[in-house]
């Protein structure tokens, strides 16, 4: 059993930071790659950024310089530092854990990702 338990959203002023917190329980989180995503109001969820096993990263163009995601092995803790919030961030953002990455994969690809927290609410007011 995998669960996957999202922390740290709130409300905050456009510019301001918030970071977000992912603690994942049931298997060796070492194993995964991780990634985060977002979902707002009357729209389908899109990818925020991705960390490797190795720690390597990718992000979205539009969090891009804004956004930083990290892990902590030794914490089984996933993180999202989100800066310059704008109003356009608010959203229900959710992490998603990844066994393998399977060949033609992306890590933008949901479809790719085995388990997925509730997610917590980020709302940016301008």
């Known amino acids: 059993q995998v669960q996957l338990v999202e922390s740290g959203g709130g409300l905050v002023q456009a510019g301001g930071s918030l970071r977000l917190s992912c603690v994942v329980s049931?298997?060796?989180?070492?194993?995964?790659?991780m990634g985060w995503f977002r979902q707002a109001p009357g729209k389908g969820r899109e990818f925020v950024a991705a960390?490797?096993?190795?720690?390597?990263?990718t992000y979205a163009d539009s969090v891009e310089g804004r956004f930083t995601i990290s892990r902590d092995n030794a914490k089984d803790t996933v993180y999202l530092q989100m800066n310059s919030l704008k109003p356009e961030d608010t959203a229900v953002y959710s992490c998603?854990?990844?066994?393998?990455?399977?060949?033609?994969?992306?890590?933008?690809?949901?479809?790719?990702?085995?388990?997925w927290g509730q997610g917590t609410q980020v709302t940016v007011s301008s």
């Open positions: 998603a854990a990844q066994r393998r990455l399977r060949a033609g994969g992306r890590f933008d690809m949901e479809g790719t990702y085995d388990y």
């Open positions: 960390i490797r096993r190795s720690g390597s990263n």
């Open positions: 049931g298997r060796t989180f070492s194993d995964y790659n």
